[in-house]
């Protein structure tokens, strides 16, 4: 298990900006693939981006999400980061991270990740 601590989260006006940080302690950081999911009041928690381990060269985003959203990661800090602009009232939700060493699906994140324990956004209208 990789233990995660999200940061970052708060209350925003539509249309503003928020970053979200997820840092770890564990020195192999650099060998996981990391991805933000994010869950609202009533719904299942869904995929929001991912970046692959090394040096990120990898990333994917959810179609709800693109162009608005960056994934990045810094190994040096051990942290990952979710670059969130264009904010709308339906982004609101508690938003995590997770590591895997080697995901095939989003769904491996589920299954055999390790989770941060959440940060909430909430976005005003």
């Known amino acids: 298990q990789v233990p995660l601590v999200e940061s970052g989260g708060g209350l925003v006006q539509a249309g503003g900006s928020l970053r979200l940080s997820c840092v770890t302690s564990v020195r192999t950081f650099s060998s996981y693939d990391m991805g933000w999911f994010r869950q609202a009041p009533g719904k299942e928690r869904e995929f929001v981006a991912t970046i692959s381990r090394g040096r990120g060269i990898s990333t994917t985003y959810a179609d709800s999400v693109k162009g608005r959203f960056t994934i990045s990661r810094d190994n040096a800090k051990n942290t990952v980061y979710l670059q969130m602009n264009s904010l709308k009232p339906e982004d609101t939700a508690v938003y995590y991270c997770?590591?895997?060493?080697?995901?095939?699906?989003?769904?491996?994140?589920?299954?055999?990740?390790?989770w941060g324990q959440g940060t909430q956004v909430t976005v005003s209208s």
């Open positions: 997770a590591a895997h060493p080697d995901p095939t699906t989003y769904e491996d994140y589920e299954r055999l990740g390790s």
